[in-house]
């Protein structure tokens, strides 16, 4: 009984299930940054949907998943890219640019895991 239980208790805590906490986390927040601003960037309004189907998907693991993490990926990876370079054109040393760009930074790096992750686990995707 032990052993089912610690079983149970490991599972929760496999790469998919973080990966797919942490793209929810983020499309929620890319959601509200742009609720915030107004609803002009809806740029972001659409990797923050993207992100929260890529969350989705990654726990039912359909053939789909694969093609829209990758997806969702690459975007975030532009959309970042170009964040950051305009952010680091404007940058002025405030706390509030340090943790945007420390925040942006760590969101193209979830995605280069989640890039990773699919790309070598494609054959569980079915």
């Known amino acids: ?12 805590f496999t790469m998919p299930n973080i990966l797919s906490v942490l793209y929810f986390v983020s499309g929620a927040m890319l959601i509200a940054s742009m609720s915030l601003a107004g609803g002009l960037p809806l740029h972001l309004g659409l990797v923050g949907a993207l992100n929260i189907l890529v969350s989705y998907s990654l726990t039912k693991k359909k053939k789909m998943s694969l093609y829209i993490a990758i997806f969702t990926s690459l975007l975030n990876f532009t959309f970042g890219f170009i964040t950051l370079t305009a952010l680091m054109v404007l940058f002025s040393p405030n706390m509030e640019e340090i943790l945007t760009l420390m925040g942006i930074t760590a969101h193209m790096a979830l995605s280069a895991i989640l890039l990773v992750h699919v790309i070598r686990g494609r054959k569980t995707f079915s």
Do not use: Q
């Open 1 to 12: 009984m032990r052993a089912e239980r610690g079983k149970k208790e490991r599972s929760l």
